[in-house]
């Protein structure tokens, strides 16, 4: 079979390109991401995430927000052979583009934006078209899943950030987010939107994962889930392989549909990998291992990016 082209909900190689630590070019650097096996691999379509760390919260957060979003786009003007920006519906036209990788710029953790709505549309400008509102703590506008005894809605900044962003088109991501936030995002949305990196709670029961009434709601909004790869959420002990990836889309296929699974690596963010699927240049295996698990051509498409594809032509303008 001709492999499907590929969109990743996320992946968090950005932050070591910023850190001068790798050039992203090179697949002998070490990571987990590089243009030359993404390519290879048949990824169109790459949401990089600009990940604040813990020690730049809260005071440095926008400054450390920035100097990442300037670093994507300085890695996307250095290699324009290699890689282009998408920021809206013409540019999702362009994929899969035969020699280049589409890139969407993603932000994990609204600390970004301080307290300022304002900020939201600063980081669109410079074209940032993906918002994770919380990463794992509790920040101005809701509770990251570390919060698990608040139980807490969005805070009204947060209520206004999601209208802002369905306004201006801008994906919100879910994936970090404390389960009453994950309602009340779905209550509020007037678009559908994404898990990028997270998987079924059901077959691992980690807060990061999506319990099967929570798949369920986001197919009924239309929103779709990146499977992450981290072993930890894929099992609850022992190393995972690749299999135990196949097994969290198979069953959220089966719960939600298959038009709600996708794909959220989480390369370079994850410092264990499931066997057999240890680097972006993997994918291929993955694809195979999906039509023998009896998903059809068109099935596996769906997963691979066309779902992705489909939440990204609703949202963006
Ligand atoms: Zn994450």
Redesign the pocket.
């Known amino acids: 079979m001709k492999y499907p082209y590929i969109i990743d909900g ?1 992946c968090d190689s950005l932050i070591h390109f910023v850190n001068g630590e790798r050039t992203l070019q090179d697949p002998t650097e070490g990571g987990q991401w590089d243009t030359p096996r993404a390519r290879s691999a048949g990824v169109a379509l790459q949401f990089l995430a600009a ?1 604040i760390e813990a020690e730049y919260k809260p005071f440095m957060a926008t400054a450390r927000g920035l100097q990442l979003i300037e670093g994507a786009l300085r890695f996307l003007t250095d290699h324009p052979e290699q890689v282009f920006l998408v920021i809206g519906k013409q540019d999702l036209k362009r994929i899969p583009d035969p020699g280049r990788i589409g890139i969407l710029l993603s932000v ?1 953790g609204g600390e970004i934006l301080g307290q300022n709505l304002f900020m939201l549309d600063i980081i669109y400008q410079l074209g940032v078209r993906a918002l994770g509102l919380t ?1 794992n703590q509790r920040n101005a506008l809701a509770d990251g899943v570390g919060e698990a005894d608040t139980r807490s809605r969005l805070t009204n900044l947060g209520q206004e950030v999601v209208l802002r962003m369905n306004t201006l088109g801008m994906l919100i991501d879910v ?2 987010l404390n389960e009453e936030g994950f309602w009340h995002v779905l209550d509020l949305s007037k678009a559908p939107v994404a898990a990028t ?1 997270s998987c079924a709670k059901a077959l691992c029961n980690h807060p990061r994962n999506l319990s099967d009434e929570q798949l369920r709601t986001l197919a009924k909004h239309k929103g779709v889930l990146g499977v992450n790869f981290y072993p930890q959420f894929l099992k609850e002990s022992g190393p995972a392989t690749r299999e135990d990836v196949v097994r969290h889309i198979c069953h959220i296929a089966e719960i939600a549909g298959v038009e709600t699974v996708g794909l959220g690596s ?1 390369f370079d ?1 994850i410092s264990e990998v499931p066997g057999g699927l240890e680097h972006v240049g993997e994918y291929s295996y993955l694809m195979d291992d999906l039509l023998k698990a009896g998903f059809s051509v068109k099935e596996v498409e769906l997963i691979a990016g066309g779902n992705f594809m489909r939440l990204l032509s609703d949202v963006l303008k």
Request: charged share 20%; hydrophobic share 10%.
């Open positions: 996320h990940y994990e990463w994936s970090h990196h989480d963010g």
